[in-house]
C-alpha cells in the first residue's frame, strides 16, 4: 500500500465507500450538503484510489463531532480507520482553544476501535476526549 492523506473528501468517493460498507443510501444532493456542513474532512488513497474517508462537525471552539469514518472492506483491519481518526484529533488540537470536547459517532459494535484510540465513555453525553489547553 502507498497511502497518503488529502484534507478533503470527493462527493464520488464518499458515495463509492459509503456504498461499499452498505451503509443506507443517500441522494447526491444531500451528500454534497453533508460535507459542505463538515469543517473538517478527511480522505485515505492507496495510490489513486480513495480508501477511507471521515469528517468532523464543530463549533470551532470546544465541541467537536467525529463522524462518517468509513474504510472499504479489503482495507480494513490495515489500521487506516486509526490514520483518519488520528488525523482529525491532531487537526482538532491545532485549533486555537482552550478546552475541546471530541465526541464521536460509532456504528453499534466499534465502539471498542474508539475506546482503543483513547475515547472513554460518558453516560451523560455518550463517547468523548476532553482536551484541555493553555487557559
Known sequence: M??????????SDYKRIRKDVEWHFLRDFEISKLLNNSDIKVSIYDNDLCVGVGRCLTDNVNLFLICDVMVMKE???KGIGKLIVNNLIDRIKNINSTDKYIY???VKGKEGFYEALGFKKDIKSGYCIHLLGDK
Open 75 to 77: 482495507y480494513q483491519g
Open 104 to 106: 464521536v459517532m460509532s
Open 2 to 11: 502507498d497511502l497518503n492523506i488529502k484534507n478533503n473528501i470527493m462527493p
